[in-house]
């Protein structure tokens, strides 16, 4: 079946480090891929998305492109801030029922 | 864009009581909503599909006659827990996606319950 795996975590980074998240995926078919974030206390919020091989999607800096070759959507930010300190899910979503990553936690010191 | 709300977010119960959760979509109507549990420092565990008009699918291992799902209509799914224990208490996500196949979620805030 449809699974995700993710790096484990927590990464913990200075302000302004360059971050890269792992996320592989074995699915059958051609799933959309999202990354999710999820702060303290809140639930899930979309962080970015793509629906085909070579989409690259970005929002607040952060970009993850779909590598079908490689079966792979990682999370990549520049640099990053104090206050992206969250846990990141990757998902995929081909099928009727998303499937999620274990997340991984970001932990940014100033 | 999509906007899920859930309500309450945080709820305190006493054992043996019962509590109900509410997961609205605002702005879009979704035939599905999902629900998950979710443990702390952990990843999503699914629940349930609700399905509006019709039964909920519970995943494996979920007891339906304790987490009671109705979808009375095409913006509100709840979750009632009955007969709550202290190992109920967890954070509960719904989420929701426009149209019949949710290839892309929105969740709600999450509802937090305590059972003490």
């Known amino acids: 079946g449809d699974s995700v795996t993710q790096m484990e975590g927590p990464v913990t980074l200075s302000e302004e480090a360059f971050l890269t998240i792992n996320c592989t995926y074995t699915?059958?078919?051609?799933?959309?891929l999202f990354w999710y974030v999820q702060y303290p206390g809140e639930g899930l919020q979309l962080l970015l998305k793509a629906t085909k091989a070579d989409d690259k999607g970005s929002n607040k800096g952060f970009e993850a492109t779909y590598r079908k070759e490689t079966t792979s959507f990682h999370l990549e930010k520049g640099s990053v801030q104090v206050s992206d300190s969250a846990v990141y899910f990757c998902a995929l979503g081909g099928s009727y029922i998303p499937t999620f990553g274990r997340g991984t936690s970001l932990i940014v010191h100033p | 864009g999509a906007v899920v709300s859930q309500h309450p977010s945080w709820v305190i119960c006493k054992s043996g009581t019962s509590v109900k959760i509410e997961c609205r979509s605002l702005d879009f109507q979704a035939t599905t909503m999902f629900w998950y549990r979710q443990f702390p420092k952990q990843s999503l565990m699914l629940m349930a599909t609700?399905?509006?008009?019709?039964?909920?699918?519970?995943e494996q291992g979920v007891e339906k006659d304790k987490f009671l799902i109705n979808h009375a209509s095409l913006t509100l799914s709840t979750l009632t827990v009955t007969s709550a224990h202290p190992e109920d208490s967890s954070f509960y996500i719904c989420?929701?996606?426009?149209?019949?196949?949710?290839?892309?979620?929105?969740f709600g805030p999450g509802t937090r319950l305590t059972v003490t």
């Open positions: 609700s399905n509006e008009g019709s039964k909920a699918t519970y």
């Open positions: 989420s929701a996606g426009p149209g019949t196949a949710s290839y892309e979620q929105y």
């Open positions: 699915a059958t078919g051609y799933p959309s």
